[in-house]
């Protein structure tokens, strides 16, 4: 069976990054296909995903002729394929893990919007501004509130909510985050970013030259 992960650049691609993490905690073999999504060829590259997959983005799997597009579809479709499911068994527990997926798919209500995916990578990063720090600060009470539920996990054992929330905790690690008030959170993103897959994308990811955006310095 061909099956096949289309990734985009691993420092400047996080959506991807939440499929292919599902995949890989899941013990799922697939082929990594990596498309270059920096300027310029990103338009380029793109159309040849449209091709195949009508958004025209990454991530795309590609699963003995069955396309599945999104990384939230394709997630939820790693975690019915592994032998555990990466969501919890129990109804409630699972509605409200399935509300974390679609906060952080929505965009986390707009946080930190200039403190990209990319710039978690740059040598040097700037100060959090002030409304950055008081978003980055509900994400983290919103957080401890999961933990505070039993952990260590955000929904008891390690789920798809855990895994789409490492693109966003990379991002306010690289920026200076203050946990000091939530031990448990500064404990879970440890394990989190620890975590082997995790570990290994991020140190591909850190030996790319740097996606530069121009308005990160703006704040």
């Given at each position: 069976m061909a099956r096949i992960l289309y990734v985009g650049t691993k420092n400047a691609s996080s959506w991807a990054l939440r499929a292919w993490l599902a995949l890989r905690e899941q013990g799922i073999a697939f082929e990594e296909r990596m498309v270059d999504i920096r300027q310029p060829l990103r338009a380029g590259e793109l159309a040849k995903v449209?091709?195949?997959?009508?958004?025209?983005?990454?991530?795309?799997?590609?699963?003995?002729?069955?396309?599945?597009?999104?990384?939230?579809?394709?997630?939820?479709?790693?975690?019915?394929l592994g032998e555990r499911p990466l969501l919890p068994?129990?109804?409630?527990?699972?509605?409200?893990?399935?509300?974390?997926?679609?906060?952080?798919?929505?965009?986390?209500?707009?946080?930190c919007g200039r403190l990209s995916f990319e710039s978690s990578f740059y040598p040097e990063r700037r100060a959090m501004t002030a409304t950055e720090q008081r978003e980055a600060a509900r994400i983290v009470a919103a957080c401890d509130a999961e933990l505070a539920q039993g952990g260590p996990w955000l929904a008891g054992e390690l789920s798809l909510a855990d895994l789409a929330f490492v693109p966003v905790m990379r991002r306010l690690q690289a920026h200076a985050v203050d946990t000091s008030a939530h031990p448990r959170v500064a404990d879970w993103m440890q394990r989190l970013m620890a975590r082997p897959a995790v570990a290994e994308w991020m140190s591909e990811a850190q030996a790319l030259p740097p996606v530069w955006l121009e308005d990160y310095r703006d704040g």
């Open positions: 449209g091709a195949f997959s009508p958004p025209a983005a990454v991530p795309v799997l590609v699963d003995d002729g069955l396309v599945v597009f999104d990384s939230l579809a394709i997630m939820e479709y790693a975690s019915e068994a129990d109804i409630r527990r699972r509605a409200r893990a399935r509300s974390l997926l679609a906060w952080v798919h929505a965009g986390l209500s707009g946080l």
